[in-house]
């Protein structure tokens, strides 16, 4: 049995729902997505245990039971007097999508007040997963207790799989920014980068050299997403270049990034095989973006 614990924020979504600018109300989260995507690719008997913090209000109520349905394990999420849950808004262009952000009252940035709660969640965990967001989100002391916490499950023999997920508006400074994502690629067993980002922001040339930038950084395997473009696998002793679906319906590519993750991480922790570990999370960011949504029925659901 493997157990996954992804730590993030897990949020209201509101997605384009046809015509007259109507929208529907759903819930995702980065970190919640792969997550989501994670239970329902992996065998019943392993776990995947979500962690973050929701407010006590209604809303919060109903996500709360939107998780533990979707069969994530939902011990170790703390419900708080002293605020809620953050909404996004998708806006979708030809496809692309933009975001609008209302997170300020979000319970998750005070999931690490203390690093108990997390601690007891990663007690006999097999892999921890956060991303860019989760960092960006928590204030500098938490984000100290959490960089102490993986630092602890790591000599634990726990692996630790990051999501870089580059988001300036979140953070004081591209500096920091940046500066702080480096110091968790350094805490990082799995880095899963997309190249657009990360030539924008470490002027990277090419899929290549952010992969070398992630290695040396000490990360054991690092994947380069690159859209529709060719992506880097690379470990110590192999480096692939796959060229991903070619998908000719885009309708949102809400979640891309974070569903190749989780069909990624599924196939690599149960077969080992890269180069299959890559094709599975390249087909299933393709069925992902012909659909409305970061969380969308997949073919077995039907």
């Known amino acids: 049995m493997t157990r996954i614990v992804a730590i993030g924020e897990a949020m209201v979504e509101l997605a384009p729902a046809g015509a007259d600018d109507l929208y529907r109300a759903g819930f995702a989260g980065d970190t919640l997505n792969t997550a989501w995507y994670l239970r329902k690719l992996l065998p019943a008997s392993d776990q995947i245990a979500y962690f973050t913090a929701l407010g006590q209000d209604a809303l919060s109520d109903k996500l709360l039971a939107f998780i533990a349905a979707a069969g994530l394990d939902t011990a170790h999420i703390a419900q708080r007097d002293d605020s809620s849950v953050g909404l996004y ?51 500098p002391e938490a984000r100290a207790r959490l960089f102490d916490l993986l630092r602890d499950f790591r000599q634990a023999g726990g692996k630790v799989a990051f999501d870089p997920n580059l988001r300036p508006r979140l953070w004081p400074d591209p500096k920091t920014m940046t500066e702080t994502v480096m110091q968790a690629a350094a805490l990082s067993d799995i880095a899963l ?29 690092v994947v380069v997403k690159n859209g529709a473009d060719p992506m880097i696998l690379a470990t110590a002793d192999q480096s692939l270049t796959l060229t991903p679906p070619r998908v000719t319906d885009v309708v949102d590519t809400t979640a891309a990034g974070d569903s190749f993750n989780a ?40």
Do not use: K
Request: without cysteine; negative net charge.
């Open 89 to 139: 808004m998708i806006s979708l262009t030809n496809g692309e999508r933009s975001f609008s952000y209302w997170r300020g009252q979000s319970a998750a940035r005070r999931m690490l007040a203390d690093d108990r709660a997390l601690r007891a969640a990663l007690q006999g965990a097999d892999l921890a997963y956060l991303s860019g967001i989760t960092l960006a989100i928590l204030p």
């Open 193 to 221: 980068p997309s190249f657009e980002d990360e030539a924008g922001w470490f002027n990277d040339p090419t899929p290549a050299a952010t992969a070398r930038r992630y290695r040396e950084a000490g990360v054991a395997l």
């Open 263 to 302: 069909g990624f991480l599924a196939s690599y922790l149960q077969q080992g095989d890269l180069e299959q570990a890559g094709h599975a999370g390249a087909s299933l960011a393709a069925a992902v973006i012909g659909q409305i949504g970061a969380l969308v029925a997949l073919d077995h659901d039907a």
